[in-house]
């Protein structure tokens, strides 16, 4: 019995962080903005408080880090973390950049997603145009998905 059962932990933790690893999570708008620009998909920007913020955190565990979500995404967008973290440190690049697009989005709490479709102008400048927002949404993956899918297919 000990031995079906540990074969059982050891099949759903590859499964759990399999579907963590398969997502690349973009911090740089610029590169962000370059892919989805070639893969012709919105951005999803995800403004966070990762160190700090519960919501954010249980959105994640209950929504981004499952096999339904991450599945969605590759085919339906390319993904920016936006981070506000209060202990881990960044970039002054970083800081200002996701400062930046905040106040642009006007963002005012966390967790908060954005949908946006992107253009480069002339001297790589970004051109933003707002699809819609969510947040947290109970009721797990297929629930946030579904919103998710609502506001997207409005482009």
Request: aromatic share 10%; net charge positive; hydrophobic share 45%.
């Amino acid at each position: 019995m000990k031995k079906i059962l540990v074969i059982a932990f050891i099949i759903l933790t590859s499964l759990s962080s399999q579907a963590q690893e398969e997502l690349t999570w973009h911090t740089d708008m610029s590169k962000a903005t370059d892919i989805a620009i070639k893969q012709n998909k919105p951005l999803f920007l995800f403004f966070t408080g990762s160190d700090w913020c519960g919501w954010c955190i249980r959105l994640q565990k209950e929504v981004f880090k499952t096999p339904e979500f991450v599945k969605w995404a590759k085919e339906n967008v390319v993904l920016v973390e936006l981070d506000f973290p209060r202990n881990n440190n960044q970039t002054d690049a970083v800081k200002m950049q996701n400062a930046q697009i905040q106040q642009q989005l006007q963002v005012r709490g966390y967790p908060t997603v954005w949908f946006v479709s992107a253009a480069k102008a002339e001297e790589a400048k970004i051109n933003l145009t707002a699809l819609g927002s969510t947040g947290y949404v109970a009721g797990g993956p297929k629930v946030w998905i579904d919103g998710a899918n609502q506001i997207i297919k409005k482009k």
